[in-house]
């Protein structure tokens, strides 16, 4: 599987702009509004709930009709949602997918009304009805997440020391998930051949470290099975996790079973989205302590410029062709890069950028049950 976008076919040729009308009911053309429908998967993640409302907002600007719907992680509620979208006249769908799988009956009745369909951030597989892609760089989340336990554990030094790690990946019903695991995996991948990284558990494939709806209460009780099972009698360097909360249920696991976050024995813990529990936790050196930061205010712009562009008449800008295959075709993306997190760079990257107010990473409040 290729998992690298560097290499491949850059630019906007041969893409097509999908429609400069949507079709009425009779067959007959009518000029677009913009009318946008924005599916998002949950709320339990900060990310979609800023960006269901940074989508709306931008488009709003722009004089476009919105509905924004959340699907709380449930895919017959996110089908519903579509459904009603589609009912209410939308010309255009931008859809962050809770089952990569399970669109496709929808999409098609939403392609027969001649709406152009947006996948954002996730990857919508096994259907034809997909016209544009974006997201961000997906397998560099995990390089920049080994990196910064390659960093940490000092994996580079010439040491005969060994170190223990465990790894974790996304729900399995989420395109990314594989790409955040392959970019880590393939990052750490000359060290555990080398024999300086062991996985005790012995558990490297998606089917066992999967973690269902990114849920942290599901990471914390897999984290608290393998420390129970493989780590009675030897220290855990490390974990790779993908998503800050799921490193967030690994650190509850690790403090129920007596580990002292910001101790030199409290294991390295990666993360991604910057939330702001998460930043606090970097900052005050009291659990993880890395995120990936992916720039969700770039996203929803380049997906607005997409439809801006379909509504007058041009085409949408991508920089890449070929590199998320969804079954059906190669989908036209535009991918943006994310930035690595650390108490080091935190300032700049996410509070310097507006992303983040310092009180705000302070007074974020504790995960409820
Ligand atoms: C997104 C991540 C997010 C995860 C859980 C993935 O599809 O790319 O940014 O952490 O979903 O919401």
Redesign the pocket.
């Known amino acids: 599987m290729q998992l690298s976008r560097r290499g491949l076919l850059y630019g906007t040729a041969g893409v097509a702009a999908v429609s400069l009308a949507a079709c009425g009911a009779g067959g007959e053309t009518k000029p677009l509004t913009g009318f946008t429908g924005i599916a998002m998967p949950?709320t339990t993640?900060e990310?979609?709930v800023l960006e269901g409302a940074d989508l709306e907002k931008r488009l709003q600007d722009l004089g476009y009709k919105t509905i924004l719907e959340n699907g709380e992680d449930d895919i017959p509620t996110q089908i519903g949602q579509i459904q009603s979208m589609i009912d209410q006249g939308v010309e255009f769908l931008i859809i962050a997918a809770i089952g990569n799988t399970s669109l496709g009956e929808v999409l098609a009745k939403a392609k027969d009304k001649g709406v152009t369909i947006i996948s954002y951030?996730?990857l919508i597989l096994e259907t034809p009805d997909v016209d544009y892609y974006a997201s961000f760089d997906n397998n560099q989340v995990g390089v920049l997440q080994a990196k910064h336990i390659i960093d940490k554990l000092g994996l580079d030094q010439d040491t005969d020391e060994t170190f223990n790690i465990e790894l974790f990946s996304?729900s399995s019903d989420?395109n990314?998930s594989q790409y955040f695991f392959q970019g880590g995996l393939d990052t750490l991948e000359p060290y555990i051949y080398s024999g300086k990284v062991v996985i005790p558990s012995n558990q490297t494939e998606l089917e066992f470290t999967a973690t269902d709806k990114?849920s942290r209460a599901v990471a914390r009780e897999r984290m608290t099975g393998l420390l129970d099972e493989f780590y009675k009698d030897q220290p855990l360097h490390a974990v790779l996790s993908p998503?800050d909360g799921i490193s967030r249920g690994i650190v509850e696991a690790l403090v129920a079973a007596d580990y002292e976050p910001g101790s030199d024995e409290f294991p390295v813990i990666t993360g991604?989205?910057a939330e702001l529990r998460s930043l606090k936790a970097i900052k005050e050196g009291t659990g993880q302590t890395e995120t990936v930061f992916?720039d969700t205010r770039l996203l929803a712009g380049v997906t607005v410029d997409m439809v801006k562009s379909i509504v007058e008449g041009g085409k949408p800008e991508v920089n890449d062709l070929g590199t998320y295959d969804n079954g059906f075709k190669f989908i036209p993306a535009y991918l943006l890069d994310p930035l690595n997190v650390t108490v080091d760079n935190y300032k700049e990257v996410v509070v310097d950028s507006g992303y983040a107010t310092e009180e705000a990473i302070d007074t974020a409040p504790a995960d409820e049950d």
Do not use: E, L
């Open positions: 949950t993640s990310r979609w951030d996730r996304g989420d990314n990114w998503y991604q989205d992916k």
